[in-house]
């Protein structure tokens, strides 16, 4: 059985966007392609190019996230968005390790079978070609190796799982160019993902070290990346003056919506689904000694809804 359906991203404010391809319809921050008669098991790549002003911050998280809708009901709707952080750094060391999401994350999405998407990066700086090159990456033991998927590699390669839990990448005969041979030619990189074990509890923390071997050269340490597992321990999202809270987050169909507000006011909420059909409104009053109301999606079909309060 094919699919159709719509594609959604979501740029971070602070970027320029350069170019996309396929051509994507836009409106604002957001970018819209359209995907047809997409078979079982096969998949669609869109591509975009953004720029970062130079004079962004050092520190600043950049939160892209992208959506998928789909015209048939999808009995998997939680995995139909991705979201991917990035923070701006400054002069660096070219061989790191990233994780998203970054920072900590909730037993509710552990339990829920969160991903988290590795990248390692590599790069030549020596005076030579790279002949041969060996990546390694010891698995945290909280994280379920059953779970892994390859996404992306910048060459090709060997890949193989050791025993003890030890990934190895070879990337034979890759001949990567110096970085003063060819500066844009001498990086290369490693994606994949991995979910969490679901029996983790509070305040575990999952670690990662990967170890480059460039030819016979010793290995190059990169950072220890670190997620943790925390409970949530503030309120955020905003409407004006008013702190947001909607909970439980995924649900069963009944939700409940927390504002901070000082007065009563109206409240105007409109619930949309992915291709953007509006599918329940009203105003309803907030009084400030309860502050909470019930928000009923039960009758609607599984899947993903953007909620807009007004």
Same mark, same amino acid.
């Given at each position: 059985?094919?699919?159709?359906?719509?594609?959604?991203?979501?740029?971070?404010?602070?970027?320029?966007?350069?170019?996309?391809?396929?051509?994507?319809?836009?409106?604002?921050?957001?970018?819209?392609?359209?995907?047809?008669?997409?078979?079982?098991?096969?998949?669609?790549?869109?591509?975009?190019?953004?720029?970062?002003?130079?004079?962004?911050?050092?520190?600043?998280?950049?939160?892209?996230?992208?959506?998928?809708?789909?015209?048939?009901?999808?009995?998997?709707?939680?995995?139909?968005?991705?979201?991917? *952080?990035?923070?701006?750094?400054?002069?660096?060391?070219?061989?790191?390790?990233?994780?998203?999401?970054?920072?900590?994350?909730?037993?509710?999405?552990?339990?829920?079978?969160?991903?988290?998407?590795?990248?390692?990066?590599?790069?030549?700086?020596?005076?030579?070609?790279?002949?041969?090159?060996?990546?390694?990456?010891?698995?945290?033991?909280?994280?379920?190796?059953?779970?892994?998927?390859?996404?992306?590699?910048?060459?090709?390669?060997?890949?193989?799982?050791?025993?003890?839990?030890?990934?190895?990448?070879?990337?034979?005969?890759?001949?990567?160019?110096?970085?003063?041979?060819?500066?844009?030619?001498?990086?290369?990189?490693?994606?994949?993902?991995?979910?969490?074990?679901?029996?983790?509890?509070?305040?575990?923390?999952?670690?990662?070290?990967?170890?480059?071997?460039?030819?016979?050269?010793?290995?190059?340490?990169?950072?220890?990346?670190?997620?943790?597992?925390?409970?949530?321990?503030?309120?955020?999202?905003?409407?004006?003056?008013?702190?947001?809270?909607? *909970?439980?987050?995924?649900?069963?169909?009944?939700?409940?919506?927390?504002?901070?507000?000082?007065?009563?006011?109206?409240?105007?909420?409109?619930?949309?689904?992915?291709?953007?059909?509006?599918?329940?409104?009203?105003?309803?009053?907030?009084?400030?000694?309860?502050?909470?109301?019930?928000?009923?999606?039960?009758?609607?079909?599984?899947?993903?809804?953007?909620?807009?309060?007004?």
């Amino acid at each position: 059985m094919t699919t159709s359906g719509q594609v959604y991203a979501v740029l971070p404010g602070a970027v320029t966007l350069l170019s996309t391809s396929p051509a994507a319809a836009i409106s604002g921050d957001t970018l819209f392609w359209t995907y047809t008669n997409l078979l079982p098991g096969q998949g669609a790549f869109f591509s975009i190019l953004t720029q970062l002003p130079a004079t962004t911050t050092l520190g600043t998280v950049l939160h892209a996230h992208t959506l998928a809708g789909s015209l048939q009901t999808d009995p998997t709707p939680l995995n139909n968005v991705a979201h991917n *952080y990035r923070t701006v750094i400054g002069s660096y060391d070219p061989n790191d390790k990233a994780v998203s999401p970054v920072g900590p994350i909730s037993p509710v999405q552990v339990s829920e079978g969160q991903e988290l998407v590795y990248k390692i990066r590599f790069q030549n700086t020596g005076t030579y070609y790279a002949f041969n090159i060996l990546v390694t990456d010891t698995l945290s033991g909280h994280l379920d190796i059953g779970s892994f998927k390859m996404l992306s590699a910048s060459h090709n390669y060997n890949l193989s799982l050791r025993d003890n839990g030890i990934l190895e990448w070879h990337f034979p005969n890759i001949m990567l160019p110096d970085s003063n041979m060819n500066e844009p030619e001498s990086h290369g990189y490693i994606l994949y993902s991995i979910k969490a074990k679901t029996n983790l509890q509070v305040n575990y923390e999952i670690l990662n070290t990967a170890y480059i071997f460039f030819d016979f050269n010793d290995a190059i340490i990169t950072n220890t990346t670190s997620t943790m597992v925390k409970l949530p321990n503030s309120i955020s999202g905003a409407i004006q003056d008013n702190n947001l809270l909607v *909970y439980p987050n995924p649900g069963n169909g009944k939700f409940n919506i927390a504002l901070s507000s000082e007065s009563n006011e109206k409240i105007h909420i409109r619930v949309f689904n992915l291709l953007g059909k509006e599918v329940l409104q009203g105003p309803k009053t907030v009084l400030p000694q309860q502050k909470i109301m019930e928000l009923d999606l039960h009758h609607q079909p599984s899947g993903i809804y953007l909620l807009q309060l007004q």
